[in-house]
């Protein structure tokens, strides 16, 4: 008889472009939307780094259902301030052609702080992400399964692509997003740990060292929180709609169990070299789910969307239990009609006008609420 999976609970975080829409840019909503929000919502809301970027974060969900539901009443609450302060919402990994230079800093000591050591590529660092939490207990297991899922990884990004433009230009990227986030440190893909002492005593290292003050500042694509009992996956793009996002956590979610259930058959993943990862999230970043992606057991190049359809396949015995088919099978839907950043770029193919693109982004962001 096989072992009940156990609840694999979820958090996710979002962010928001705040614009004007009159002239479609970014917009500082001068931390408004965040204290108005945090009346209703109290700490599933807060500022960031660049005053038009608003980051919300679900609270502690059982499972995709109330994950979604929650999803959908953050972005409802987030248009209804804007709306009160004449701004409207977004959802991309980038703006089409707001300049990072234009964008007034957060008065805050942490910003302040990461400007000070980092200087302009802090400052350039005007991107959205959507990251997705799911709970483990057992941290030793969870930095097994975090080794494991790091190689599907450049899978789950290349769905959520969804920012071809760059300061007006289109830059030949369906993620550029992680182009400009690359400039940070301990970003990209995270190293192999082979035990919880040794990922421990690498963050302690990193803080006694005065690296980073606290061990929160590990940007990895992929980490074993230090606070939370949670595997937080950090690679994706914002996506457009809730749907985009919901379908995404639930594979995340479905990968993680997977691995697990692997686990008590004392079965696991292979490990792969990062430097062949690599190459598939490079594959990711620039062609999204349209390109070839390497699959190191065959060692040969296959369609980026055969990869995807394996990956459903593999995780295909954990779903139900979880309850996330239908939320999983809208993948197909993006794999026909294309992700954030094949919409955008078929906007622009269409009008060559950036504000028609943002007009597009704006509008998805509510959809189906």
């Given at each position: 008889m096989s072992k009940k999976?156990?609840?694999?609970?979820?958090?996710?975080?979002?962010?928001?472009?705040?614009?004007?829409?009159?002239?479609?840019?970014?917009?500082?909503?001068?931390?408004?939307?965040v204290?108005?929000?945090?009346?209703?919502?109290?700490?599933?809301v807060k500022a960031e780094m660049h005053q038009s970027v608003v980051e919300v974060g679900t609270n502690v969900?059982?499972?995709?259902?109330?994950?979604?539901?929650?999803?959908?009443?953050?972005?409802?609450?987030?248009?209804?301030l804007a709306f009160r302060q004449g701004l409207i919402v977004g959802a991309a990994g980038t703006h089409p052609f707001s300049k990072w230079q234009d964008q007034p800093i957060t008065d805050d000591p942490r910003y302040h702080n990461i400007i000070n050591e980092m200087q302009d590529a802090a400052r350039s660092n005007l991107i959205?992400?959507?990251?997705?939490?799911v709970g483990i207990e057992n941290r030793e297991i969870g930095l097994q399964l975090m080794n494991q899922a790091c190689y599907f990884l450049p899978h789950i990004f290349a769905i959520s692509t969804n920012s071809p433009f760059w300061e007006g230009r289109k830059t030949g990227y369906k993620s550029y997003r992680t182009k400009v986030f690359d400039k940070f440190p301990r970003t990209g893909l995270p190293e192999y740990f082979d035990?919880?002492?040794?990922?421990?005593?690498?963050?302690?290292?990193?803080?006694?060292?005065?690296?980073?003050?606290?061990?929160?500042?590990?940007?990895?694509?992929?980490?074993?929180?230090?606070?939370?009992?949670?595997i937080e996956f950090r690679i994706c793009d914002m996506c457009l709609t809730v749907d985009e996002t919901v379908c995404i956590v639930a594979i995340i979610q479905a990968i993680v169990a997977k691995l697990y259930k692997l686990s008590l058959h004392n079965m696991s993943f292979n490990i792969y070299?990062?430097?062949?990862?690599?190459?598939?999230?490079?594959?990711?970043?620039?062609?999204?789910?349209?390109?070839?992606?390497?699959?190191?057991?065959?060692?040969?190049?296959?369609?980026?969307?055969?990869?995807?359809?394996?990956?459903?396949?593999?995780?295909?015995?954990v779903v139900d239990e979880l309850g996330s088919r239908e939320k999983i099978n809208y993948v197909y839907k993006i794999l026909k009609f294309?992700?954030?950043?094949?919409?955008?770029?078929?906007?622009?193919?269409?009008?060559?006008?950036?504000?028609?693109?943002?007009?597009?982004?704006?509008?998805q962001f509510t959809k189906g609420i």
């Open positions: 999976l156990p609840v694999f609970t979820l958090g996710v975080e979002e962010e928001y472009q705040i614009i004007d829409p009159k002239s479609r840019d970014l917009r500082s909503h001068l931390s408004k939307i204290d108005g929000a945090k009346i209703i919502l109290n700490e599933q969900c059982k499972n995709i259902h109330e994950a979604e539901a929650e999803i959908k009443s953050l972005r409802g609450h987030i248009v209804n959205f992400g959507m990251h997705c939490h035990s919880l002492s040794s990922y421990d005593n690498y963050l302690e290292t990193l803080v006694k060292t005065k690296c980073i003050d606290n061990p929160k500042k590990i940007w990895w694509d992929l980490r074993l929180h230090p606070i939370y009992d949670t070299r990062l430097a062949l990862i690599k190459e598939n999230k490079f594959r990711a970043a620039r062609y999204g789910i349209d390109g070839n992606m390497i699959d190191f057991g065959l060692q040969k190049e296959v369609e980026t969307k055969v990869l995807i359809v394996e990956l459903l396949e593999f995780i295909d015995d294309g992700t954030g950043a094949d919409k955008q770029l078929k906007i622009f193919e269409k009008t060559n006008d950036l504000t028609k693109v943002v007009d597009f982004i704006t509008s």
